[in-house]
């Protein structure tokens, strides 16, 4: 699923901008794109390729062309500009907004917005604000963990021994960011997970119950949002079934349209599981920066086997 928008009201209330006027829209407008433009060509009277749904931000080369302009220039390209849909005008700098821009943007009834921010700043703080707020979202079944510094997703069937898992990871010094449930994000050609609000930081434990892990182990223990490196499925043990022996061949799940790398992991008596997430985490790490230990293996086989071609009895 995706996000739909973000309220125009929530948005200007993150940025504590000045209200200078109020959109009849402004209750229900929303922000739907991640794009801001500085509408310099289209005071112009350049629209082609205008996007309406374009946050609208003038700072001081915009206001410097516009104080060139007489009263009804002025006047006309301000109507012109709020005669399409946008759901907000921000004036940056908190520079001194034009009383024909005041006018115009009352007549039309759009949203007059203003901060203190440049308008560099302002722009850039909010297409990476837009980014996370509107960025693709999904919500799975599984335990996300920081193991080493790597973001490790534990799926598998409910009662397979995630949350188990998990406690030993944590009291090996690791931290639990979801149990259960993990939201995660695209963010650009990132995958964040987080708890959902209601259940972080608790653990639920079959024959024990719901434990609080920020209380019981502090707050090292814990973390708000993780980076997802790897996903780790967990399943019962089938003696029918093949399992990587080598690790040559690199297995991959897909999220969001987004390939992870991805191990599955036996389970049957007696296998320490978070000595195995723990490998499995370093592992993945040493990987991504360039060195798998299979294929140095298979390298040296192959050198040793060539060694001993042509060799004489």
Not at 43 to 56: I, N, S
Not at 108 to 119: D, G
Request: hydrophobic content about 40%; some cysteine; aromatic content about 8%.
């Amino acid at each position: 699923m995706s996000c739909n928008g973000l309220k125009m009201k929530d948005f200007a209330a993150s940025f504590d901008l000045q209200i200078l006027n109020r959109g009849n829209d402004y209750e229900e407008a929303v922000l739907s794109i991640t794009d801001v433009n500085r509408p310099g060509l289209q005071f112009l009277g350049f629209y082609d390729y205008f996007d309406p749904r374009r946050l609208q931000v003038i700072g001081k080369a915009e206001v410097m062309y516009l104080k060139g302009l007489t009263s009804q220039e002025r006047k006309r390209a301000f109507d012109d500009l709020f005669l399409y849909d946008i759901p907000a005008l921000v004036i940056a700098r908190d520079l001194d907004c034009f009383p024909e821009c005041l006018e115009s943007a009352q007549e039309h009834e759009r949203t007059l917005l203003r901060t203190t921010e440049t308008t560099v700043d302002f722009t850039a703080h909010t297409i990476e604000f837009l980014n996370r707020k509107l960025a693709p979202c999904i919500g799975r079944h599984g335990v996300l963990m920081d193991v080493y510094g790597e973001g490790v997703m534990l799926t598998g069937d409910s009662g397979i021994g995630k949350s188990e898992t998990a406690i030993e990871l944590i009291m090996r010094g690791h931290r639990l960011v979801a149990d259960d449930s993990v939201d995660i994000q695209r963010v650009s050609n990132q995958l964040l997970g987080t708890s959902p609000e209601m259940i972080r930081h608790y653990i639920e434990l079959r024959g024990i119950g719901v434990i609080d892990v920020r209380q019981l182990f502090g707050m090292r223990a814990i973390k708000i949002e993780s980076q997802i490196d790897l996903v780790v499925q967990l399943e019962q043990w089938d003696n029918n079934k093949f399992y990587d022996r080598l690790g040559i061949e690199d297995h991959f799940t897909e999220i969001l349209d987004l390939q992870v790398p991805c191990v599955t992991i036996p389970v049957r008596p007696g296998r320490n599981l978070a000595s195995i997430v723990e490998v499995a985490a370093m592992n993945n790490r040493h990987r991504r920066f360039g060195f798998n230990a299979a294929e140095e293996l298979a390298r040296r086989v192959d050198e040793r086997a060539n060694l001993g071609i042509g060799k004489k009895d």
